[in-house]
């Protein structure tokens, strides 16, 4: 459909977002004819969808949103999407009362009754859109992401997204393997499922239905004809049980890249963080998986300088990095976010410099392992899945355990499964030439 009316979203945060984003565009084209532009100059409807998970991002916000304002063009609107636009609310127009509307995390189905009418906030953190039917978003034509619950019953201690996105609710199954179902029909091979704790899907339906699990999920999902991958952020470490790790391990669509966040490596912190483990329950969890499936890499998400972090419960974090050899890091530094329990922890807060420090030796630490381990794979094949085309000729992929894999080709091999040998490597990326 060709329209005249240009949108343009700027999204922050995680994949959650980025699918919330995709929902907006979809829903904005269908209901108000918007077509999306990459240039907010053209714009006539700006939205920033944001994150309020650190606050770093939140301070970006007011930044971005001004300079918006000052280079937009005449009568375009600005609307705040996202975490932040939960948590903030009204005090976004406030502060900002060029700002048009406020829509929350759990409230992305309100975007078209909202776009039109100025002043408009939509936060309320009950809202349930988990059997809300979004227009069918668009994705990279390999990939698609769905989203298999909404909210988190969880209560870690540092952590703001419980208020931002609400109580959790499972999509219904059918619903999931419907889209899945539609995004393979428009060409996906490969399936991204997302929620703030997969692994917990299945407890409550809006509806009432019998619970499920995740494992059952997987399973369902892994029976679409033509789906090739399934992948799934992110999955709690505390409700990795055996039935889990086995499905894992057995069904040969499950990509061979888990994500567990750690948080911690030290017993005493975890309690505090309210993260349900122990330092050995997650290092039997990392060592079952390694010995079920070869070839696994597992990242991790890392918070240094929790309040009350001691030196000995920081080395338990660097020794959980020694001995489950994460592939890929995430690192923060302990932010302090409003309305969290760990905000009552302020006088163990950890003084500034430090959790530089450490977060600057846990990032030299990876480092190391980084470079004693990638050129392990120079000689190796392996078989990758070709997604994009660089502007400099070569094409680029992921191995089934999600290693970025650079080689020489054309656009003929977008969505094709080829091998490469490897003959290069960096701290987080492979090159090779294609065999047979
Ligand atoms: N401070 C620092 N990092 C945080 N995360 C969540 N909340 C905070 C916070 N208050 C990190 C966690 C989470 C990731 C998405 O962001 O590691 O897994
Ligand atoms: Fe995603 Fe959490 Fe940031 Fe919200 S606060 S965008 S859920 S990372």
Redesign the pocket.
């Known amino acids: 459909m060709s329209s005249n009316k240009k949108l343009f979203i700027q999204t922050?945060?995680?994949q959650?977002?980025d699918t919330d984003s995709q929902h907006i565009a979809a829903e904005l084209e269908k209901h108000k004819d918007y077509s999306q532009t990459d240039k907010m100059e053209d714009a006539d409807l700006i939205i920033i969808n944001?994150?309020?998970?650190r606050e770093k991002?939140v301070q970006k916000l007011f930044s971005e949103i001004g300079q918006f304002n000052k280079k937009k063009k005449d009568g375009a609107k600005i609307g705040v999407c996202?975490?932040t636009a939960s948590h903030l609310g009204r005090d976004i127009i406030k502060r900002a009362p060029y700002v048009d509307f406020v829509v929350g995390?759990r409230n992305i189905s309100k975007i078209k009754d909202v776009v039109d009418v100025k002043g408009s906030v939509e936060i309320s953190i009950d809202h349930d859109e988990s059997t809300y039917e979004f227009a069918t978003a668009k994705t990279n034509k390999y990939r698609a992401s769905v989203n298999i619950s909404i909210g988190c019953d969880k209560k870690c201690t540092y952590c703001?997204?419980p208020s931002?996105?609400g109580e959790e609710i499972s999509i219904p199954i059918e619903m999931i393997v419907d889209q899945v179902q539609k995004s393979v029909d428009l060409g996906a091979v490969e399936v991204m499922l997302l929620g703030?704790n997969v692994n917990s899907y299945g407890r409550r339906f809006s509806d009432g239905r019998e619970k499920s699990t995740f494992t059952k999920l997987l399973q369902e999902v892994s029976k679409v004809e033509g789906l090739e991958r399934i992948r799934f952020t992110s999955p709690h470490p505390l409700h990795m049980d055996d039935d889990f790790i086995e499905e894992f391990a057995r069904n040969k669509k499950i990509s061979r890249c888990i994500h567990m966040p750690l948080q911690s490596g030290s017993t005493e912190i975890l309690k505090a963080m309210k993260r349900g483990y122990t330092k050995e329950w997650f290092i039997n969890r990392a060592t079952k998986l390694r010995s079920l499936v070869p070839d696994l890499r597992i990242t991790t998400d890392i918070i240094v300088a929790f309040p009350g972090e001691t030196q000995e419960d920081y080395e338990d974090t660097l020794d959980v990095v020694n001995q489950v050899k994460f592939d890929q890091i995430f690192n923060f530094k302990y932010s302090p976010r409003p309305g969290t329990e760990a905000l009552n922890m302020k006088e163990k807060e950890v003084p500034d410099e430090i959790g530089s420090k450490r977060l600057i030796d846990l990032i030299e630490l990876h480092k190391r392992h980084l470079e004693a381990v990638m050129p392990s794979y120079v000689g190796q094949t392996l078989n990758v899945l070709v997604e994009s085309l660089k502007p400099n000729g070569e094409v680029c992929g992921f191995t089934d355990n999600y290693l970025q894999v650079f080689t020489s080709g054309s656009d003929s091999l977008l969505g094709k499964f080829v091998n490469v040998k490897i003959t290069s490597n960096t701290r987080t990326s492979l090159k090779g030439e294609i065999v047979e």
């Open positions: 922050l945060g995680c959650m977002n944001t994150c309020s998970v991002p996202g975490c995390a703001i997204v931002t996105r703030q």
